[in-house]
């Protein structure tokens, strides 16, 4: 029995390309649609436009074959299936998310509806757009049976989205239809099923065939919650050890060897305890916010992730203080920055802490030399380039004769930077360090003084008869 399944994704951002990709991946016949000329022609070229490990190779491969890019939504839904809806629902002025794009294309959808579909929530919303979505397409004259509602949100990291869609922890489906809930099922069975993992060409990743991912049917409602609730939480524990990390200052522990501890408890784990700068990109603010915000509505006191949005705010003006405290003075400083995407392996500066920290900077009379292995050209559009801003080369570049270094992305390969070279490029041996990358010790015997996020800070062990590092 064939089991190809002709599949629209609507939007061609981060989630809608990987989805399709993927979906192209699993075997799917794909359309992906997006109204932006522009976007449709640069990916139709081969084009990812997004920095996503494994998506030039997989989009290569399957574009203009087992993938087609165009802006006829309507063409596309009278193609296929099942119609993923993949467009951006941003933060509101009032933290709610805003859902028009949402709404605009379940409309679109239901004037070129003839026969049964499937219509997928695959956005991030919140706890009832399944219902608002059935109206709206029923307001624009659609009979009942000719569609079902689901939703089927996503879980993937940015930087390694590819291979998180294809190797998930699960797949959640939330469907109040049995004939709907199949054809999902059918969608998915490549992986819960096994047979992708049985190619030599997969991507790689922890799923096997005797070990192939789960997939949990619920209702609609509390698959849409199971979204915002997870993000909330991965939230929640990243604002938590950054306010242990805090309280590890102010007493002199070490955080990281608090979090470890944490981490090793079965019922906690370690992921997600990593202290830093705060969190940002496109899901955790937005979807904390837009949480809280339903939640408001509903009359339920969620005070908690008011709370947790609170340490994110605070934790960006506490590294601004800790650049202070080892500078005296910031005005006229030149300071060298690492990073400007909101993590490591990824082009994304939305909500990214970094480049709110670059504004910090500025706006406290530095001058910034900047430098990201991917984010350089997003964050000159957000922040052009001046004179007080230039974007450079590489990390060396950023560093020469910087008053400090200040790392703000956890990229690795800052991780592996060359010390010595590092110490003899920068005017003064001065690191602070939002992604904690290098062992204090390590660093400080090279010379570094070397501030970090919840650790003591470290400063170099010199021999009082020379200038160098003294031997440890």
């Given at each position: ?7 629209a994704?609507?939007g ?16 799917h ?13 640069a990916?139709?070229?081969g084009?990812?436009l997004?920095?996503?490990?494994y ?15 165009m802006?006829d939504?309507g ?10 809806i ?12 805003d859902l028009?794009?949402?709404?605009a ?7 070129s ?25 029923e307001r ?6 000719l569609f ?7 879980f ?5 989205a ?18 709907a809930?199949?054809?999902?099922q ?6 819960t099923g ?17 070990a ?22 991965l939230?929640?524990?990243?604002s938590f050890i950054?306010?242990v ?5 102010a007493?002199d522990?070490?955080?990281e ?13 370690p992921r997600?305890l ?8 496109s899901c ?10 339903v939640?408001?509505?509903l ?7 008011s709370?947790?949005e ?22 006229g ?8 995407a ?15 920290l670059?504004?910090?900077l ?9 430098y ?20 450079v ?18 990229w ?10 590092l ?18 010790r ?29 031997t440890?």
């Amino acid at each position: 029995m064939d089991q190809t399944i002709k599949i629209a994704v609507v939007g061609s951002g981060y989630v809608g390309l990987v989805a399709a990709v993927c979906f192209a991946e699993m075997g799917h016949d794909v359309i992906c649609v997006d109204n932006d000329q522009g976007k449709v022609a640069a990916l139709q070229g081969g084009d990812t436009l997004i920095h996503e490990k494994y998506l030039p190779e997989l989009l290569e491969r399957y574009r203009n074959n087992k993938i087609r890019f165009m802006t006829d939504l309507g063409e596309a839904t009278r193609e296929c299936e099942a119609i993923f809806i993949a467009v951006g629902t941003p933060q509101s002025d009032t933290g709610d998310a805003d859902l028009s794009y949402v709404e605009a294309v379940a409309c679109e959808i239901a004037r070129s509806l003839t026969s049964y579909k499937v219509i997928v929530e695959k956005s991030t919303v919140p706890v009832y757009t399944n219902e608002w979505i059935r109206r709206a397409i029923e307001r624009n004259g659609v009979a009942r049976e000719l569609f079902d509602v689901v939703s089927n949100p996503e879980f993937l990291r940015e930087g390694t989205a590819v291979a998180d869609f294809l190797h998930p922890d699960r797949i959640v489906v939330g469907a109040n239809s049995e004939r709907a809930a199949a054809l999902l099922q059918r969608v998915y069975e490549p992986l819960t099923g096994g047979e992708y993992y049985t190619r030599k060409d997969t991507v790689p990743g922890p799923c096997k065939v005797d070990a192939p991912p789960p997939l949990l049917l619920t209702s609609t409602k509390s698959a849409e919650i199971i979204k915002h609730a997870s993000n909330a939480f991965l939230a929640l524990k990243i604002s938590f050890i950054n306010a242990v990390s805090n309280l590890c200052e102010a007493t002199d522990a070490n955080v990281e060897q608090v979090a470890l501890g944490i981490g090793l408890d079965s019922r906690i784990g370690p992921r997600f305890l990593r202290p830093g700068i705060g969190y940002g990109g496109s899901c955790f603010p937005k979807d904390v916010a837009a949480f809280r915000s339903v939640a408001e509505q509903l009359g339920i006191d969620f005070s908690l992730l008011s709370q947790v949005e609170k340490i994110n705010v605070e934790q960006k003006k506490r590294f601004l203080s800790k650049v202070r405290s080892a500078l005296w003075t910031l005005r006229g400083k030149r300071i060298g920055v690492l990073g400007l995407a909101f993590k490591g392996e990824t082009d994304d500066i939305r909500e990214s802490p970094a480049i709110e920290l670059v504004e910090m900077l500025l706006a406290e009379g530095c001058t910034i030399a900047a430098y990201d292995p991917a984010a350089m050209k997003r964050a000159a559009e957000a922040l052009p380039p001046g004179p007080n801003l230039s974007y450079v080369e590489d990390s060396y570049a950023a560093a020469k004769n910087a008053d400090a270094l200040v790392i703000l992305t956890d990229w690795q390969e800052f991780a592996k930077l060359d010390l010595e070279r590092l110490n003899k490029t920068l005017r003064y041996p001065i690191v602070i360090d939002g992604r904690n990358l290098f062992d204090p010790r390590v660093i400080s015997e090279h010379g570094f003084t070397y501030l970090s996020i919840g650790r003591p800070a470290a400063y170099p062990l010199r021999d009082p008869s020379t200038s160098l590092p003294a031997t440890i």
